[in-house]
């Protein structure tokens, strides 16, 4: 059980809340339909535990934060315990467990932080999905990485540990099967050239003319003598032109 304070500061008012780390209560998940990309249906089942152990220690966790505020260095802020009237609890005298206990069941709300159900362990276990590496037992060339391994919920926020269990899955897999090579990686991008520069030397950009044997190509300007271009392309090497002088 975590309580919650949000510090109090001149002409603002503060919220002490209880959190429950450790639920007893467990819920499920169910497929909406046959297809994949509908969003599942949750049934949470809060509160639900056939020992109450959940109430009883949201309740204790009540008491204790009323015996905090009741301390001296926190009564100059002048604390009190809400008591707007809850429906459905009317019935119960304020301030009773029993009371409580209804407003808990009116009240309680999820910062939806869940986790289940794909508990790491060694195969000896019944309860257990994945090993040590992630891998399904019984299932080959089969992980699951992602906050459902976690064996028992912890007491914090999972947004940090599924960040850190994607790291280490992404670690193991590739020490398991070494680093892959992107496709086509090694190769350059071909374009047609859109300039001289493309043609020069030295150019990191391929042609269609460099995949060709042999190309010719005529120039004509108004202020120069009429050009034929003789471009030749070997293997391994870049474009050199051969510039002749043509005249009618």
Not at 79 to 86: C, Q, R, W
Not at 136 to 148: A, E, F, M, Q, S
Not at 196 to 201: H, K, V
Request: negative net charge.
């Amino acid at each position: 059980m975590k309580i919650i304070c949000w510090t109090a500061l001149d002409h603002f008012p503060s919220l002490v809340l209880s959190q429950l780390m450790h639920p007893r209560s467990v819920g499920y998940i169910r497929l909406r339909s046959v297809n994949p990309l509908d969003e599942p249906r949750y049934f949470t089942n809060f509160l639900s535990d056939p020992e109450n152990k959940d109430i009883r220690a949201h309740i204790a966790a009540i008491r204790e934060i009323q015996r905090i505020v009741s301390q001296p260095a926190l009564q100059r802020y002048g604390p009190k315990i809400i008591d707007t009237p809850i429906p459905g609890c009317a019935n119960f005298t304020f301030d009773t467990d029993e009371y409580w206990e209804c407003a808990l069941r009116e009240l309680t709300a999820s910062f939806w932080h869940q986790q289940a159900t794909c508990k790491m362990g060694p195969k000896s276990d019944k309860e257990a999905v994945v090993d040590a590496r992630l891998r399904v037992h019984g299932i080959n060339k089969l992980r699951v990485v992602d906050t459902g391994i976690i064996p028992r919920s912890i007491s914090a926020h999972l947004s940090g540990p599924a960040y850190m269990i994607g790291e280490k899955g992404a670690d193991i897999i590739k020490q398991d099967w070494g680093e892959l090579p992107v496709p086509n990686s090694h190769l350059e991008t071909q374009s047609e050239p859109h300039s001289e520069s493309d043609l020069r030397p030295g150019s990191k950009t391929h042609s269609k003319l460099q995949l060709e044997p042999e190309v010719k190509s005529e120039a004509k300007s108004d202020s120069e003598p009429e050009l034929k271009s003789e471009t030749k392309s070997h293997s391994g090497s870049q474009l050199e032109p051969e510039l002749k002088p043509h005249s009618e």
